[in-house]
């Protein structure tokens, strides 16, 4: 048997983050570290009420003050919005009405938080004192809060223009097809599930800092993002410019997890600013703002059925889901619902799918994209169906699966919803899961816990998602004349370890270090395109290209070594920063070879992928419940995926840790409530709770890889995928254990707080 020998450096190794030590030292610069000379301050007036007209009464007065450089509000920003990018057409074939997003109200808002003022001050306080003391009249009008509440026949209208607070209607998959299925079942299941709303609350909070260059006429942008050509691209777009107009730099970014993708007022507000005033303008946000103004995530009701002839084999799939979508249509907003029942049918052979969607307004932040973007809900609804389906036919979760898993042999698969799974073996990783997790050894500790009377439960999830949407990432490499190799690609880190990863590859290229080589993103000036960071897209699409540039540069390189030592180029090796001839001490360094060429060697390479990734992989969640306070507590945890081929196992690891630590934390507690006035009662740390280290379980994680043939190096993407696997692994967990030690039959679903399961166990008593 062959032994796989771990590489030192390429695709494989095991590698540390060579970007940590700045940032654990203190050293990394954040959008927040940068204030450059003459700044300017900018705060943002928010409104106080849900939905009301309004009008601002001083503003005039508050541009006297001193101190206070400038006072805008929707009067001076007529016609300016942000643009709704999800063009998608409804299921009757329409596309649906759009109303405006202002970047500042001007006579009426619709969520607290709502932006109705930008108030610019030589310094914070006075900016902040200067924006409590604008008088914003507020005339009340009726709010609606909740997704059912706005469905309602006699519902208060978000945009009454529109006679309905149904934003859109969405269809996948085949109806007619569906409804022939369920009428020859032999019986349906059916289940209700919630997917909580979100907020990201990434360490980092948002900020900007704007420079104009009168000169030119050429802003300077700086902030974190998940991407600057696609922000530059759509701040162009509400201030009327052409691209060349806009540099965004992107400093180190504490978090993303999607939100920050979007493109937020406060940016184009900032740059206005900046040219009004011809200083820089700097804008940082604070927690509470977050809360009130950056997207949330999530919060869908969904309804499905499932239907099943004589032996539990599935004939078809219903799914309703109804999405929240907030006051407006926020930037890629009703693309996540769309995308996330384009994944309604998971694992499973189902040979009728019918998803619908329904985007519903209501008076509350808007939704966008979070941490798996759809995908997370799409696998939420199906693994904790077919666990149902499992209970009602007798088979269990594991039985109901197997039976029901597309085989290996069926692969490539073309689901319903027009998803093309290539490569994969559910069964193997749900087997090799199982067996880690001692699967067999649960009952026994089941009745240990039971005699200290507690109840014990055991949960999987089965997931596949989709990732690495169709499209590139150009790469371009440079050796320079000192002999430095350089590499420029238009992906963002916001800490994945980007630098680390593409480092890897153009090492074991040229036979370096990885210290050896830089890593340069977020400048849109010095990175000529680029496609951001977002649906774990970074290494899938952008490594291929990073390989192909390597392997570009490295035969540039060795053919102008061949002909000064005298050599044939296939006897050349690189290593050590030298191309020396193989089995002799001829050699020759990098920087001689760049310095005799006179110029800066570039190889620039752009691998195209037409067709998505589907990472997929099973989580087992075993959990224990203290039936007289409802806390629960995750006793172990066991995740074995396929992510097609490991780049770096320590990156890997972190990504997946990351993302199951945020699974578990909405399933066992994040959640955010407004009242019935459409005020946020969850508007902070001290009222919305997440899960803490303390809380979190020990996970042991291995893939069970098999190579991707739609991507060019076999990768199938990971960074969301913690988040999707996981929220299901729990709560069906907790439901098996609330139903074994309580007789608890009703769904519990997310977040399963300890008060929500002692009244689920109360209930059934």
Same mark, same amino acid.
Do not use: H, K
């Given at each position: 048997m062959n032994q796989m020998v771990t590489p030192k450096f390429g695709v494989g190794a095991p590698l540390r983050r060579k970007e940590d030590e700045p940032l654990i030292t203190g050293q990394g610069i954040y959008t927040a570290d940068y204030t450059p000379e003459g700044c300017l301050h900018g705060y943002v007036v928010r409104s106080a009420m849900a939905h009301a007209k309004i009008s601002v009464e001083n503003a005039n007065e508050i541009r006297e003050m001193e101190g206070v450089r400038l006072v805008l509000t929707g009067a001076e920003l007529a016609g300016k919005t942000l643009p709704m990018m999800a063009k998608l057409k409804q299921i009757d074939g329409t596309h649906f009405d759009v109303p405006p997003h *202002? &970047?500042?109200?001007? %006579? !009426?808002? @619709?969520? &607290?938080? $709502? /932006?109705? =003022?930008? &108030?610019? /001050?030589e310094d914070l306080n006075t900016a902040r004192n200067a924006a409590e003391m604008l008088e914003v009249d507020y005339e009340p009008l009726d709010v609606v809060i909740g997704i059912e509440n706005a469905l309602a026949p006699d519902a208060v209208k978000v945009w009454p223009e529109f006679d309905s607070n149904v934003a859109f209607t969405f269809g996948q998959g085949l109806h007619a097809r569906t409804e022939e299925a369920f009428a020859s079942a032999d019986k349906v299941v059916s289940i209700d599930v919630v997917n909580n709303r979100v907020v990201a609350n990434y360490m980092e909070l948002r900020g900007c800092v704007a420079e104009f260059n009168a000169g030119d006429g050429r802003f300077k942008l700086t902030l974190g993002t998940q991407g600057g050509h696609g922000m530059r691209d759509v701040l162009c777009k509400i201030l009327e410019l052409e691209e060349d107009k806009i540099q965004v730099i992107t400093p180190e970014v504490g978090g993303g997890f999607g939100t920050k993708i979007f493109c937020y007022? !406060?940016? *184009?507000? /900032?740059?206005?600013?900046? @040219?009004?005033?011809g200083k820089p303008v700097r804008?940082? #946000?604070e927690r509470m703002d977050h809360f009130v103004t950056d997207a949330h995530g999530r919060d869908n009701l969904t309804h499905a059925e499932l239907a099943l002839d004589a032996d539990s084999k599935i004939l078809g799939l219903k799914v309703h889901v109804k999405a929240a979508m907030g006051a407006y249509l926020h930037q890629f907003g009703p693309f996540i619902p769309w995308v996330g029942v384009s994944m309604?049918?998971?694992?499973y052979d189902i040979p009728a799918v019918f998803a619908k969607v329904e985007g519903v307004y209501m008076h509350t932040v808007p939704t966008d994209a979070f941490r798996g973007a759809g995908r997370p809900e799409a696998a939420y609804l199906i693994e904790r169906l077919i666990d149902k389906a499992g209970e009602e036919t007798g088979l269990g979760p594991v039985e109901i699966r197997k039976r029901n898993f597309i085989a290996k042999e069926q692969l490539p698969y073309t689901t319903q919803t027009g998803r093309l799974y290539d490569t994969g073996d559910f069964s193997g990783h749900l087997d090799k899961a199982m067996e880690v997790a001692d699967w067999v050894g649960f009952k026994a500790r089941q009745d240990e816990s039971a005699r200290s009377g507690k109840y014990r439960g055991i949960g999987i999830s089965s997931y596949i998602e989709c990732c690495a949407f169709p499209g590139s990432e150009e790469a371009t490499l440079e050796l320079s004349a000192e002999g430095n190799l350089t590499l420029l690609i238009g992906t963002q880190t916001n800490g994945q370890g980007h630098a680390t990863a593409y480092s890897q590859v153009v090492a074991e290229k040229f036979g370096v270090s990885i210290e050896d080589v830089e890593v340069i993103q977020g400048d849109t000036d010095l990175v000529r395109k680029g496609g951001g960071t977002g649906g774990s897209r970074s290494i899938p699409l952008g490594l291929p290209s990073v390989r192909d540039a390597s392997n570009t540069l490295v035969k540039k390189v060795k053919e102008l070594a061949a002909d000064r030592l005298e050599a044939g180029v296939e006897d050349l090796e690189l290593e050590s920063g030298v191309v020396r001839v193989v089995g002799t001490d001829q050699q020759i360094t990098l920087a001689e070879i760049a310095a005799e060429a006179g110029e800066t060697l570039m190889a620039r390479e752009e691998v195209n992928q037409t067709e998505a990734t589907y990472p997929n992989g099973t989580h087992i969640c075993e959990v !224990?419940? %203290? *039936? $007289?306070? #409802? $806390?629960?507590?995750? !006793?172990?945890?066991?995740?074995?995926d396929d992510f097609g081929v490991t780049v770096n196992p320590l990156l890997l690891a972190g990504q997946v840790h990351g993302g199951?630590?945020? =699974?578990?934390?909405?399933a066992l507690c994040e959640h955010t409530v407004y009242d019935e006035d459409g005020q946020l009662l969850t508007a902070s740390?001290? $009222?919305y709770r997440m899960l803490r280290a303390a809380d979190l379980p020990d996970i042991h994680f291995e893939t069970r890889n098999v190579p991707s043939t739609t991507n060019a190096m076999g990768i199938k993407g990971a960074g969301e995928a913690g988040t999707i696997g996981g929220c299901a692994s729990v709560m069906n967990a907790i439901q098996h254990a609330l139903k074994d030690g309580a007789g608890v039959r009703e769904i519990v679903d997310m977040p399963a707080t300890p008060l929500r399961v002692w009244e689920a166990i109360q209930s059934a008593k």
């Open positions: *202002p &970047v500042l109200c001007s %006579d !009426e808002v @619709r969520f &607290v938080g $709502d /932006a109705i =003022a930008f &108030v610019v /001050a007022r !406060e940016y *184009p507000l /900032a740059m206005i600013a900046a @040219r009004s005033l804008w940082a #946000g309604s049918s998971g694992l !224990e419940i %203290d *039936p $007289d306070t #409802g $806390d629960v507590a995750i !006793e172990n945890y066991v995740i074995v199951t630590a945020s =699974a578990l934390s909405q740390l001290l $009222d």
